[in-house]
């Protein structure tokens, strides 16, 4: 997937990827001839990489001629209430050319809302947001953990669903994430756990709710041992993109379900407290809560950008 020109006018909206002219409407805008910006910068491995935890500009130079790797993560959603894990945002990688003077926006999604602590337990967590690199390189926000009488909500990945009330798990989007997954029924009532960006989200078993779908690791360009980001996953540092826990429900003595490694929020443990949150900058989905206490949001997004030194 590419990225096009749309113009000569400078801009850094959505709409307008970036552009290149000497002129303006209020004076000459000159390019800088060698620098390239945008985010935190820094040399690993013979290649230069960007990293942006919040919304900024890639900008090149002139004289720019490379292959650009990138991996953009959308926000995780919010775990729900009495209900499933928040799916994790949707994580995308690849690589673009890119020529000459360019300005790109960039956008790093924010994580979804918790479910609310609400006794009528019928509004699910909160998407996450979407994350860009210039508008035709999106990562979808991570879908909201299904309350208990509300269903998982689709996204990147998507968020669980409790697993007593009709409805369903959110569906993930195609190249990004996975499912989410339901939950048990009475009298041993859980949740199913977000979807990640490597697995689908765990169903939930009797008073045990489901684990989240685990992420994946960076490609090995970005893996920096000098400027972490991610998690530790199952073969070694840098996972993102992992779905949040699903509930034990109303059971006090069950137990919830563990986040997937990438950033995933753990469902709170027993019967009485609050889910934990995704991970900043991981994407990953928020754990569940079990009865009427709040859900956890889901964690923010990251993108990162590499090119040949």
């Keep these: 997937m590419g990225i096009k020109s749309l113009g000569n006018k400078k801009s850094i909206s959505y709409a307008s990827v970036w552009e290149k002219t000497g002129k303006g409407a209020e004076g000459a805008y000159v390019p800088p001839p060698f620098e390239t910006t945008g985010g935190t910068k820094y040399t690993y491995n013979g290649k230069v990489i960007h990293k942006f935890v919040a919304d900024g500009t890639f900008e090149t130079a002139e004289a720019f001629s490379k292959n650009c790797e990138y991996i953009v993560v959308a926000g995780g959603g919010g775990g729900g209430t009495q209900g499933g894990g928040g799916g994790a945002g949707g994580m995308i990688t690849g690589t673009t050319p890119l020529i000459g003077w360019h300005t790109i926006a960039v956008v790093v999604g924010d994580g979804g809302s918790a479910g609310p602590a609400d006794p009528s337990r019928n509004t699910p967590g909160g998407d996450g947001g979407d994350s860009l690199f210039g508008p035709t390189i999106p990562a979808t926000g991570g879908g909201g953990g299904g309350a208990r009488f509300a269903n998982g909500e689709s996204g990147g990945s998507g968020g669980g669903h409790n697993g007593s009330q009709p409805g369903t798990y959110g569906e993930g989007t195609s190249g990004q994430g996975n499912d989410g997954a339901n939950g048990n029924a009475h009298p041993n009532e859980s949740s199913g756990g977000g979807g990640g960006k490597g697995a689908v989200g765990g169903t939930g078993t009797s008073g045990t709710g489901g684990a989240g ?97």
Excluded: H, K, R
Aim: avoid cysteine; charge should be negative; aromatic fraction near 8%.
């Design 213 to 309: 779908g685990v992420g994946a690791q960076a490609p090995s360009t970005f893996q920096d041992p000098t400027n972490p980001f991610g998690t530790p996953g199952p073969s070694g540092a840098f996972w993102l993109a992992g779905g949040g826990g699903g509930s034990v429900s109303t059971m006090p003595t069950g137990a919830g379900g563990a986040g997937g490694a990438g950033g995933g929020g753990d469902a709170n443990v027993t019967y009485n407290g609050v889910g934990e949150a995704g991970t900043a900058n991981t994407g990953g989905g928020g754990g569940a809560s079990p009865y009427t206490y709040a859900g956890a949001a889901g964690g923010s997004g990251i993108v990162l950008v590499a090119y040949p030194a």
